[in-house]
Structures are given as structure tokens and as C-alpha cells.
């Protein structure tokens, strides 16, 4: 497990940007455009880090004033592990990792771009009439990269979930019937 470094080394963004690899993470997946990318991997990784500290996480921040996320107290994962208040899992710090890549690769203010609001994203809509009737559907994530998962991100969920509030980015959902 990583340790935590306190305070950040000097250069470091985020917790997650001081303890993660993404150069060795995305060389192992053959990613050679993270390499190239120069000044633009900071900016990537600082939008990764706002990414990953708006979800909602299970426990509590550990430090009442820290700046990121993770480390958290209180977390037992999905699989009932138990992580300590001076741990971050290395599936968090993978998740960094590949929102790093997906923010260099929609660079900012793309349709594609997670920090988005919804509204702005591209949605495709249907429209069909059969006699009288006239039916509407529209595809409310229509982007590849929001399409409907826990955070959006397929790739992403399968590292998180785990330790997300009820699996999701969004946290319980309650319905009411009306």
C-alpha cells in the first residue's frame, strides 16, 4: 500500500498525483500519447483529481481541512476489506491514472468532457409517429465517454465501485411513488 506523503512533495497537484504512476500506467497499457503530451499532463491530472474528489466516496475524509478526497477513514470496500485512514487502495490511485488519460484525450471543453454539466453534453434523440400517437426517446448520455455506469466511465467502475456510496457516482437514489 502506498504511504501517504505529508506534506505533498514539492510539484505535486494531488495526493493522487504525488503516489500514482501514470507514466509507467500508461506506457504498460501501450499509451504513448501521455509521454508526448508535455505541459498538458498537468492540467490532465489536476481535472482527474477534481474528478475523482466529486464523487461521492464511502467513510469520511480523513483530515478535516485536507484538499483531496482520499485518504479516508471509515472505509470498509465492497469485498468487507477494511482501509485505514493513512491508505488510498491502488484502484483509486489506477482510477487517477485513467482519468488522466481520458481528460488529455478530450482536452477541455470537448462534448465528450465529464466535467460537463449534462445539459451541454450531445444527446441524440429518436422521434417516431404510429397513427395518432408520436413517441419522443432521447438518449440522455449519448457521448462514448458518459454513456450510462456508476461514474461513466466502464473502465473506471471496474476500479471503483467498490468504493463508491451504493456502487454510483451519485450515491442512493430514492424513489417515492407519486
Known amino acids: 500500500m502506498p504511504t501517504i506523503p505529508f506534506p505533498l512533495p514539492d510539484g505535486a497537484l494531488s495526493v493522487y498525483d504525488a503516489l500514482a504512476d501514470v507514466d509507467a500506467y500508461a506506457s504498460a497499457r501501450g499509451n504513448a500519447d501521455w509521454a508526448a503530451a508535455g505541459e498538458a499532463q498537468a492540467t490532465a491530472g489536476t481535472r482527474a483529481a477534481d474528478w475523482l474528489n ?3 466516496w ?7 481541512d485536507q484538499k483531496d478526497a482520499w485518504p479516508r477513514a471509515g472505509v470498509k470496500d465492497a469485498e468487507g476489506f477494511t482501509w485505514n485512514a ?3 487502495p491502488q484502484a483509486v490511485l489506477d482510477a487517477f491514472c485513467e482519468m488522466c488519460l481520458v481528460f488529455l484525450r478530450v482536452g477541455a471543453g470537448g462534448m465528450d ?3 460537463l454539466p449534462v445539459s451541454e453534453r450531445e444527446r441524440v434523440s429518436t422521434s417516431e409517429k404510429i ?10 448520455f449519448a457521448t462514448p465517454l458518459t454513456r450510462t455506469s456508476a461514474t461513466g466511465f466502464p473502465a473506471v467502475d471496474g476500479l471503483i465501485a467498490g468504493f463508491l456510496k451504493n456502487g454510483s457516482k451519485y450515491g442512493p437514489v430514492e424513489v417515492h411513488r407519486g
Open 54 to 56: 466529486g464523487l461521492l
Open 86 to 88: 493513512d491508505e488510498i
Open 131 to 140: 397513427d395518432a400517437l408520436s413517441f419522443s426517446y432521447s438518449d440522455e
Open 58 to 64: 464511502i467513510g469520511a475524509r480523513a483530515e478535516k
Open 113 to 115: 468532457d465529464p466535467m
